[in-house]
């Protein structure tokens, strides 16, 4: 019985789950659906670890400022390509500037997939300017 009962739950789990990512909501833009929740969120290529370094490799901070972090938000395409970058919480346009600058020359993503397909979805990511020490 106790066993019967295990296995209905888990099959009533997984249906509301798969329920769940059937409906995720979406925008169109442009005829295309951009995606708010997915199934497997986009990766950059070397995973965190290669993000950081890429971003402390290009990333400079604008002359005469000290240093604070804003919120980048922008779509990875079905394809990994970054497009419709938005720049939120900026003290200062050329942090606005330089973060969507350097956004714009990363390399493709491992695109979102949702259901077994390749989709595009939006992506919200802090992005911090900090002075470093021995540099």
């Not at 951009?34 to 950059?44: A, N």
């Not at 493709?108 to 939006?122: D, I, Q, T, Y």
Request: aromatic content about 10%.
């Amino acid at each position: 019985m106790a066993g019967r009962i295990l296995v209905l739950c888990f099959l009533l789990f997984n249906t509301l789950a798969f329920a769940s990512l059937r409906d995720s909501t979406y925008t169109i833009i442009n005829g295309e659906k951009v995606y708010k929740r997915v199934q497997f969120k986009p990766e950059y290529p070397g995973g965190m670890d290669s993000l950081l370094a890429f971003l402390d490799r290009h990333l400079v901070i604008p002359p005469g400022t000290v240093g604070a972090t804003v919120t980048a938000v922008f779509i990875i395409d079905s394809h990994g390509k970054i497009r419709s970058i938005h720049i939120e919480n900026s003290t200062d346009q050329r942090y606005s500037d330089e973060a969507a600058r350097v956004l714009g020359i990363m390399p493709l993503w491992k695109p979102a997939s949702h259901l077994g397909k390749k989709v595009s979805c939006f992506f919200t990511m802090p992005i911090t300017f900090e002075k470093r020490t021995g540099h």
